[in-house]
């Protein structure tokens, strides 16, 4: 019966498990901008402060990197995830997730979490915003122009002359979806126009009556790299465009299919074939 009195200590030290401690409100940072662009803007703040990055996913959000080895300390790794809020917000998290091969602390993170979201505001004050134009055709030789906050803007068919006028509104890109044979598609024309401008550019052909799941694949990869937003996303009349930021909400920012829907009918017109491409291309790639 002796031994009995030492089990629950016994049976504690033996377990060898420790409580995580719950993360601190100061790991959590709301920021009023879209959530690739804060994305964008972590990326910058964590490789300004040279730490390694191990992994990093730009659809999910999610960057886990290395903060270095001191003379103190063995360094530890952090994961930042950035999700998107209401109303062009986002909200940032960071993670402590392991500290030289011991047990999870916050107790030596603080600075480096402040650190990373002085430098994530710091990159979103540098980042121009789009400017609201006075009309929905303000930009000559553009049809069918529709803006959507800092973050988007979906048009129709443009003319190469028009490079410049998107790059002075600060937009950091301009998607093609016209494909090269569609009259009036000057492909080569506009590319140099964009390359000329200093603008990034990207040609994703898609065709309107048989959009394809690579079309739609590789327009995520390229929406979600740093840098590439606010995005100008064009094609002929504005349907394809309104279908592809229909997708990237679906399938990247994890929007339901009415507020998707409401948000890029204001972006441009699809017509039944090109909304329930979307739909069910989105039902595929659910992360």
């Known amino acids: 019966m002796k031994s009995l009195r030492y089990m629950p200590l016994f049976l504690v030290l033996s377990s060898g498990v420790q409580a995580q401690e719950a993360a601190p409100e100061w790991s959590r940072k709301s920021f009023s901008a879209p959530a690739d662009r804060v994305f964008a803007a972590a990326l910058v703040s964590v490789a300004a402060q040279h730490h390694e990055v191990k992994s990093q996913d730009n659809l999910k959000r999610v960057v886990n990197f290395h903060v270095g080895i001191t003379a103190w300390s063995w360094g530890y790794n952090m994961i930042l995830q950035v999700a998107p809020g209401e109303n062009d917000t986002s909200d940032v998290s960071i993670e402590i997730v392991r500290s030289g091969g011991k047990a999870v602390s916050w107790g030596s993170g603080k600075k480096e979490v402040q650190k990373i979201f002085a430098g994530i505001e ?63 598609a000057d492909v080569e024309a506009e ?44 094609c002929a009349g504005g349907g394809r465009a309104a279908m592809m930021w ?14 998707a829907e409401k948000e890029a009918s204001g972006l441009g017109t699809m017509n039944p074939a090109l909304k329930q ?5 989105a039902q595929t790639r659910k992360l």
């Open 122 to 184: 710091r990159e979103l004050a540098k980042t121009p915003a789009v400017l609201t134009p006075t009309s929905e055709d303000a930009i000559e030789g553009v049809i069918n122009f529709h803006r959507l906050g800092t973050t988007v803007a979906c048009a129709g068919a443009i003319k190469p002359e028009s490079v410049i006028k998107i790059k002075n509104m600060g937009f950091a890109s301009i998607f093609n979806l016209r494909e090269a044979g569609e009259p009036g």
């Open 246 to 259: 229909f997708i990237k909400r679906l399938v990247v920012d994890q929007w339901d299919v009415e507020r």
């Open 191 to 234: 590319q140099a126009a964009a390359k000329t401008a200093g603008i990034r550019y990207y040609h994703i052909p898609v065709d309107p009556a048989a959009p394809t799941q690579e079309a739609a694949d590789k327009f995520l990869a390229a929406i979600t790299e740093q840098g590439s937003q606010p995005a100008f996303i064009h």
């Open 277 to 281: 491409f979307a739909i069910n291309y």
